[in-house]
């Protein structure tokens, strides 16, 4: 008899073999969906495909264990698994393959990413959340090898914080308890990467419901275990990880992936202990096989002897499966070879519909151009050219967008100089065909739900007459306090964010009101605190996970950009990760702790908000506001900015600092200078100093880098000035160059100009250690007084004469 872990209950024979049967088509599906799928793009029609054919069994094995409410973070061979829990259809995956923008199509990404890259959908189409224990969810795969391990970290520690939490009791449509368990993949050979070793380390320290099952078949692309693994064998030198009874650590299993009844006693094993015990299991899935090789980028026959491949023939997990099948009466060889060829068929007309499917509505388009073009080549002088360029269009069966309004942009060069109804028709449609077309292939990169981030209005701090002037640190504590008492769903976490409340004490005492849980130490490993973040927040919770130092960024900035900046893109809207980063950064000395990375972060970050206030009070105003909305953002806070006076705002918990909108903070007439953080506070005694030569500079606060001055107020303010200078601590060519872009590009204030537009930055090295080192290294005050006076001194001579 064979246990269903769904019901607990015991299967008659009968039934036992039709679900045996029933996995055993899944397997043979998912195996030629692998073998057309090569064929799809060895003839054009798809790009690039990467499969999950040698993987069936296991995945099939692991589908009977994973409950509703269970989510996955796997990588892209684990196609048959998605089939197994009904998420997966033939048509799906071909539809993936040909990339096609329809959601309904391809729900995975809409086209976004190719096919193997995985996921459900965990919001309703007002981006509100669903039941998510109500279906098997799925976080959206990524291509980065052990990009997803970190991300799972945080699927899974949600599971013990909703278990543990009385507070969030009442969120059942996110958790049942935290019963859920969070099931990870990777092969064996991208066991290597450094994120995995810290997701493993990290995990068995927070001893957390996660199962991580890694397919072996000995090789990462060309390359054999031997080069990427210890004794090549993860389970091997993995054993210091596993429990005791006087030790808490991993449960660790190891089974053959063709072993089909006892795969699902280790993955029904690996499921009661993670889902009763919260404890993280491994299970080392060995002996599987490739047979197509990596990718179809080229065949494993270049790197695997006769007698290697003859062992994968033989030990091709559906071929051992189809054994076990005969040798246990469940079917027989003229059974099996009828239900096979059944299935060819079906998946040669799934893959027939899908393509059909795909090229349906872009016929449509090609059938529209062609007429408009057609119309217009008639009234044209140039019909014969036109003519010419349309009729490669008008023969292509199988018509690309690409093709289709590249056709019909370039008859309008032919048309130049013309004055036509249909000229006038074609260029409305080539407009209106960017409306709709592009978007496919851009929206969802932030928030489009009516109430998002940049929509939550300004609300100021409000100052009574005695207001007390405390550290800026204390601003943040006391809102982070009220934070905390208002959102049971915020969890801080970081390097030293608990005990002692943050290096710079803007968390002081809160672990002691709130308790270890809402505010917590985390071990010096930045990528798996921004991965514990990722994980929690797809699943509802509000987590602000810090970064010591925006150095330390680094450490963690692949799957901040990966991952997290890209989560609502690549689903299509339909999954999100409101994760909060803090950090600090800006001014202080020395390589390491000058946080000025910014150019890096902006142009890696796109999906985020990039936030930089000017003091504390400006900051808790942006976690107010990210608070009030789902979407990521990083926050960093100015370094030197801790024990700082500022004024004790009345309602400190009601102030918001708008996201994407600038403020000037001092008005002049002679020149606008645009900077941000610390280095803000320097312009301002700057600008003292040029009152005192007539030179009167407005300044303005850049506040947020992405989205960046969303109602365009610098350029109103360089129409007043005409001179326009950008003073960034960061290197030459970095953020600068972005501001410049944003204010000359977008906003057109090049026309307003009287003087050469500006920037004024850091060195082109990372700063030197000790007060000096800074000096010479950063902007400083001379540095901003010498280039104002330098522009006014070259537009006039006169009243400001050369200085040096």
């Known amino acids: 008899m064979q246990s269903n872990p769904e019901t607990n209950s015991k299967l008659s024979f009968d039934d036992f073999k039709q679900e045996v049967l029933t996995d055993y088509k899944i397997a043979v599906t998912s195996r030629e969906c692998s073998l057309l799928g090569r064929r799809e793009v060895l003839t054009g029609k798809a790009k690039f495909g990467i499969f999950g054919d040698g993987k069936e069994i296991p995945q099939l094995a692991w589908a009977k264990s994973f409950k509703n409410g269970d989510w996955r973070s796997g990588y892209y061979r684990d196609q048959t698994f998605m ?21 309904e199509k391809d729900p995975m990404s809409a086209g976004r990413q ?36 970190p991300r799972l970290l945080g699927l899974a520690q949600a599971s013990k914080v909703f278990r543990n939490a009385k507070d969030l009791a009442s969120h059942t449509h996110l958790s049942d308890k935290g019963n859920e368990v969070a099931w990870g993949t ?30 072996d078949d000995e090789y990462g692309i060309s390359v054999h275990a031997r080069h990427q693994t210890t004794k090549e064998n993860i389970s091997e030198i993995l054993k210091g990880f596993q429990r005791t009874e006087d030790e808490k650590g991993y449960e660790i299993i190891r089974v053959h992936g063709w072993d089909y009844p006892n795969l699902i006693e280790a993955y029904q094993k690996a499921s009661a202990i993670a889902r009763e015990e919260h404890v993280p299991v491994l299970i080392h899935v060995n002996e599987l096989t490739q047979p197509q090789g990596h990718s179809t980028s080229g065949s494993h026959e270049r790197y695997k002897d006769k007698d290697r491949l003859g062992w994968e023939r033989e030990f091709d997990c559906n071929v051992k499966m189809r054994e076990w099948v005969i040798s246990s009466n469940i079917s027989t060889e003229e059974e099996l070879v009828v239900i096979e060829k059944t299935i060819k068929k079906e998946v040669r007309e799934g893959k027939t519909a899908a393509w059909k499917a795909f090229l349906a509505p872009q016929i449509q388009e090609q059938q529209e151009a062609l007429l408009l073009i057609n119309n217009a080549a008639e009234k044209s002088a140039n019909k014969a050219f036109i003519n010419n360029i349309t009729a490669k269009l008008a023969s292509e069966t199988e018509p690309l967008r690409r093709e289709i309004i590249g056709t019909a942009r370039k008859t309008l060069r032919y048309l130049i100089g013309e004055h036509t109804v249909e000229k006038k028709q074609l260029q409305d449609w080539i407009e209106n065909y960017f409306e709709i077309i592009e978007p496919k292939y851009s929206a969802h990169l932030y928030s489009e739900a009516n109430e998002n981030a940049k929509t939550i209005s300004e609300v100021k701090p409000i100052y009574k007459d005695d207001a007390e002037a405390v550290d800026g640190r204390v601003i943040l504590r006391d809102n982070f ?72 960024i680094l450490y963690c900035l692949q799957i901040m950009s990966d991952d997290l900046a890209t989560v609502r893109y690549r689903t299509n809207g339909k999954q999100k990760a409101p994760l909060i980063v803090r ?71 009601e102030i918001c600092t708008p996201i994407g909108v600038v403020e000037t903070v001092k008005e002049g007439t002679d020149i606008t200078i645009v900077s941000y953080g ?48 950008v003073i960034d601590e960061d290197v030459p060519g970095g953020a600068s160059a972005y501001i410049l872009n944003e204010i000359l590009d977008n906003q057109n204030a090049y026309q307003y100009l009287d003087s050469k537009p500006q920037a004024l930055t850091a060195k082109p090295h990372r700063p030197a250690y000790g007060t000096d080192g800074d000096y010479f290294s950063k902007p400083s005050e001379e540095d901003i007084f010498e280039k104002v006076y330098e522009i006014m001194h070259e537009a006039d001579p006169t009243s400001f004469p050369k200085l040096r």
Not at 83 to 103: P, R, S, V, W
Not at 196 to 209: D, H, K, M, T, Y
């Open 678 to 725: 610390s280095t803000l506070r320097i312009v301002q005694e700057v600008a003292k100093e040029l009152q005192q030569v007539s030179i009167d500079v407005e300044i303005i606060d850049a506040q947020s880098l992405l989205p960046f001055d969303l109602n365009h107020d610098i350029v109103k303010s360089v129409a007043k000035t005409n001179r326009l200078l």
């Open 481 to 552: 306090d009220a934070i905390l008492a208002e959102h049971p769903e915020v969890y801080i976490f970081g390097e030293d964010s608990g005990a002692i409340g943050d290096v710079n004490q803007g968390l002081e005492g809160l672990q002691d009101k709130y308790g270890e849980a809402r505010v917590a130490d985390a071990g010096i490993r930045e990528a798996t605190i921004l991965g514990q973040g990722i994980g929690m927040s797809m699943r509802g919770l509000r987590p602000i996970a810090e970064i010591q130092y925006l150095d330390y």
């Open 83 to 103: 089939m197994a829990i009904g998420k997966l259809t033939i048509e799906q995956f071909f539809a993936g393959l040909y990339a096609h923008t329809d959601i």
């Open 114 to 149: 190719m096919g193997g890259h995985f996921a459900t959908h965990s919001l309703n189409d007002d981006g509100t959340w669903k039941d998510l224990t109500k279906q098997k969810n799925s976080s959206p795969d990524i291509s980065p090898t052990a990009g997803q391990m």
């Open 186 to 215: 990777i092969g064996n050979a991208s066991t290597s990467e450094g994120l995995f070793w810290e997701s493993i380390n990290a995990a068995g320290v927070l001893q957390i419901p996660m199962v991580m099952s890694v397919w």
């Open 583 to 653: 950090t600090r950064g800006h001014r202080l000395e020395g390589i390491w702790h000058s946080g000025s990375q910014m150019g890096g972060l902006i142009h890696l970050l796109r999906g985020m908000y990039i936030l930089v206030p000017r003091d504390m009070t400006k900051a808790a105003g942006f976690y107010n506001t990210l608070l009030k909305t789902d979407e990521p953002a990083i926050i960093i806070e100015c370094l030197n900015g801790y024990r700082l006076k500022e004024k004790m705002p009345s309602n400190l918990s």
